[in-house]
């Protein structure tokens, strides 16, 4: 978890030059209750920071996920079509999209996990 | 905003690791172990809700009949003392104040049991109402705690901490006065889940104790306390409907497709004339089941479309937990009601394609 970064919308970032891994926090997985259904974008989708890029849906209620960095969508995960449980299962294993970052200073935005830590339990 | 209301088993909730939420000004556990896990004890063993935010009216009077009789739009006169029935109460032009329960004590004293949601705007209703009656109106929502052990356990593992015979509680009937685990409790043989079970009204003092004691009892039985989020699915699945969501202020009983508890021929009641005209007249809407040909969850209030115009909006959907399928609840014009019929679902900006099912989900459980 050391190397990921944070937003106050609960994802994490994984960076890897240009490209970030993106996906929900253990702690909001758990604020969202057993996850059923994940709607994603498509490839290709441009999304400005900030941006819904995609729904999580609990038994319960449909969430929005915010992009914590704009960029392009160059690659989904297909696995969570048909098994969304697995965010549940493994929060920070399971990344949701990967986004091709077209103005990494806004990675300096987002948090550091002691950061992140302490935002959680504000 | 003032700060949520606790029951008297809030610490219990946090004890069993119930996440917690504001329900109608309430803090109750949404969940404890999952939703999916408390529906599927509920429907094969059993579970046990605190439903202490429910509300409690006392009618009792010389004219306590004829203006419970006068209120709903069920018929009470078939009541024998300790049997109950499920009604609404209108307002004149037919839109629903609340759904309830009525508890006839005796022919001068009933029991009405009503949302937590709408508990004052009931009580000030009934008041409005009660004027030209010979009638005590007693809010005692604040006094009772309730909670509702439902599922084909339920009285098995209830019949373990009375002396009183359960089985002679029949469905719909209550007993008052009946020891569990030492308090003194009223208990129904009612819910809100489709299954068998009862709901047991007693003093706050005595909550932890009888609570603790249900849970102890059921352990064999693979109980599970059970929080809102499989309370709504429990209900959905029975086609029990929830006010603001199938039921409200602008939508009739027949409309919700519950006409069995209009009784258009007795004498007046509130909403009589509104309603005997609409049955008449033919309805505009209904309410009907459907279920996802696409693959998404309808949600509460997303747009019904057919033939390229808004034709309703779904009132509740889910990823059923029994069934395993995509099914929910829509308004709908009356055209767009028979079976087979395709609809399509505004899911955020797509539109998915349903099919009109019928609204009997699943077979219900009750032991009649």
Redesign the interface.
Known sequence: MSNLLFSTDHEWVKVEGNVAYIGITDYAQKQLGEIVYVELPEVDDAFEKGDSFGVIESVKAASDAYIPVTGKIVEINEELVDSPQLVNEDAFGNWIVKVEMSDLSELEELMNSQQYEAYCEE | MTEPRKTSLFDVHKNHGG?IIDFSGWSLP??YD???AEHEAVRTAAGLFDVSHMGEVEVSGKNAFEFVQYLVTNDISVLEDNQIIYTFMCYPHGGIVDDLLVYRFNKDHYYLVINASNVDKDYQWMLENAKEFEVELKNVSDEVSEMALQGPKAEEILQKLTGTNLSEIKFFYCKRDVNVAGANCMISRTGYTGEDGFEIYLNHRDAVKVWDAIIEAGKEYGIKPAGL?AR??LRFEATLPLYGNEINEDITPLEAGFGMFVKLNKDNFIGKEALAKQKEEGLKRKIVGFEMID???P?HGYPVVADGKEIGFVTTG??S?TLNKYIGLALVETAYTELGTQLEIQV?KRLMKANVISKRFLQKNYKK
């Open positions: 996440k949404v969940e999952g939703i999916s989020g709504d699915t693959k998404g969850i949600r889910y990823l937990p955020r």
